[in-house]
């Protein structure tokens, strides 16, 4: 099967988002979005536009002190990237890992949405 550029410039921004959420550096990972970008934790409501995903992420990044994307499976076809994860991260000094799918849209080289999967429970039991 051939990799089209299409694909190959969504796994190149998998590299990247998984670069920047280990570095903690939300403007970069802020700067993978597109400016009407949507990214929803399926049992949330999504943060729509990338003022309210930089909130999210400020929000986010004031309690992490450490977040590893452990990359499972990294799957490109066509605009749409899947990557299996398992995320290693510390969060208000505890430490967990959360096993993940996100699924990401990608249009003109920037992230137009991200739709997360992963079990609640699991991740609160881990911080709480």
């Known amino acids: 099967m051939t990799t089209s550029a299409q694909e190959r410039q969504a796994l190149v921004i998998a ?8 570095a903690l550096d939300g403007a970069a ?8 970008a949507t990214m929803q934790s ?5 943060y729509r536009g990338k003022a309210e995903i930089k909130a999210m992420l400020d929000g986010f990044f004031a309690r992490a002190t450490a977040v ?3 990359i499972i499976t990294k799957i490109a076809r066509g605009n749409v990237l899947v ?7 510390t969060i208000d000094g505890k430490s967990g890992v959360l096993p993940a799918i996100g699924v990401f849209e990608i249009e003109n080289g920037l992230i137009t949405s991200w739709r997360e999967y992963y079990d609640w429970d699991t991740y609160i039991r881990q911080i709480a």
């Open 68 to 70: 590893r994307m452990e």
């Open 15 to 22: 590299d990247r988002m998984a670069a920047a959420w280990e």
């Open 83 to 89: 990557l299996e994860r398992r995320d290693h991260f």
């Open 29 to 36: 990972i802020l700067a993978l979005f597109a400016d009407d």
């Open 42 to 46: 399926m049992m949330k409501a999504p």
